[in-house]
């Protein structure tokens, strides 16, 4: 390409009006300088024009000009603040004095459990078979049943991992304790393993409960002692005097935000009869699982229950049922204390047997005393 026809083809680039604005010269091949146009001119002197009518007016109102530092424009994202956790030795956590065994502000009731040396359980006794004191001082029995009375029941089910070779037997066991139950009764259940969950409220339906069951799957760590704290909590929504805790578990706590001492005393305060049921090895793996049938039956004695050690998991269903029977055919004396004071001070509970004659020596279950009320 000549270098004419290089300068022609550049001229050629600018169709639009800037290359309108100067003349070029085809055929010299010379290009004039760009010259702006009468009308190109007219147009530049009306901008100029317009430009300064703007700037006048944004110095007269500044306001419209500036903008304050502080003026936020975005709104900043709201961050929800944590709450915060009660410690575990907050002294509201069992600061809450569950008043035991009463009905009214003067009467007091005593759930009672005897068996015989083979550990069977005795019914047919009556009031004149039984004395009750408190403190040092005889009382005397006001009120005494031996009736079947509707019971609020919560299954504290463990489904830690060190379950996994017992799981189904203990499933059983607990299918086998709801067959001793009446229509009345009404139950709830918590399974723990590294924490507790209610995974079925307050309900009259052993369907509901075993539906439930199915899904407990073992895994993780062991935190019974929350597991019972969260079952004696739930008791204050029963709509029964009479209230128990079934708990089935293979050894001794490892997880748990409360201490032994801590969930006794809060056993010691609730009306709440305590039955557990270990599932122990032959050989214990840990020092929690060395400790866990001790634990289990200090807490139990405690309430007025009893524990029960299971070392074949095919006998958990026998001894499940041998609790439901046993809930059922309890003596509950019921008295009126001598001391009247409401001092909240911890009072001894002795319930001593008088038995027929003829019958080998038995064995006492009652709760081993009572707070009194302190308003």
């Not at 299918?175 to 399974?191: L, R, S």
Request: proline share 6%; aromatic share 8%; charged share 25%.
């Amino acid at each position: 390409m000549s270098f004419a026809n290089e300068r022609r083809f550049a001229c050629s680039r600018f169709p639009y009006p800037v290359a309108q604005a100067g003349k070029c010269d085809h055929k010299s091949g010379e290009a004039d300088q760009l010259r702006p146009s009468a009308s190109a001119h007219s147009c530049l002197i009306a901008l100029a024009i317009l430009l300064g009518v703007v700037c006048a007016f944004l110095a007269a109102v500044p306001v419209f000009a500036q903008t304050d530092v502080n003026d936020v424009h975005v709104k900043p994202r709201t961050v929800e603040t944590a709450k915060t956790e009660v410690p575990k030795d907050s002294v509201s956590a069992l600061s809450t004095h569950i008043r035991p065994l009463r009905t009214s502000a003067d009467l007091v009731l005593v759930p009672v459990t005897i068996t015989d040396p083979m550990n069977r359980l005795v019914t047919g006794l009556e009031k004149e078979n039984f004395q009750l004191y408190e403190g040092g001082s005889q009382e005397q029995i006001k009120t005494f049943s031996s009736e079947d009375a509707p019971v609020s029941l919560g299954v504290i089910f463990d489904s830690s991992g060190s379950m996994r070779s017992k799981m189904d037997r203990a499933k059983d066991a607990v299918m086998e304790f709801f067959k001793t139950a009446n229509p009345q009764d009404e139950f709830f259940m918590i399974t723990f393993s590294d924490q507790p969950e209610v995974v079925s409220d307050f309900t009259s339906s052993v369907d509901e409960i075993q539906n439930k069951l199915i899904y407990a799957v073992p895994q993780r760590m062991t935190a019974l002692m929350d597991a019972i704290y969260m079952g004696i909590t739930k008791m204050r929504q029963a709509k029964y005097s009479k209230k128990a805790l079934l708990i089935i578990s293979d050894g001794g706590d490892n997880h748990s935000r409360y201490t032994e001492n801590e969930i006794k005393a809060m056993v010691k305060e609730a009306d709440v009869m305590v039955y557990a049921i270990g599932i122990y090895d032959r050989y214990f793996a840990t020092p929690e699982e060395r400790l866990g049938p001790a634990l289990l039956g200090e807490i139990a004695e405690l309430s007025g229950g009893r524990a029960f050690t299971v070392e074949n998991p095919n006998d958990l269903a026998d001894v499940a049922t041998k609790i439901g029977i046993e809930l059922r055919n309890q003596y509950v004396l019921g008295y009126r204390p001598h001391n009247i004071s409401h001092d909240g001070k911890w009072r001894k509970i002795k319930v001593k047997l008088l038995p027929p004659k003829g019958l080998p020596p038995l064995r006492v279950y009652a709760r081993t005393g009572y707070y009194a009320p302190a308003e």
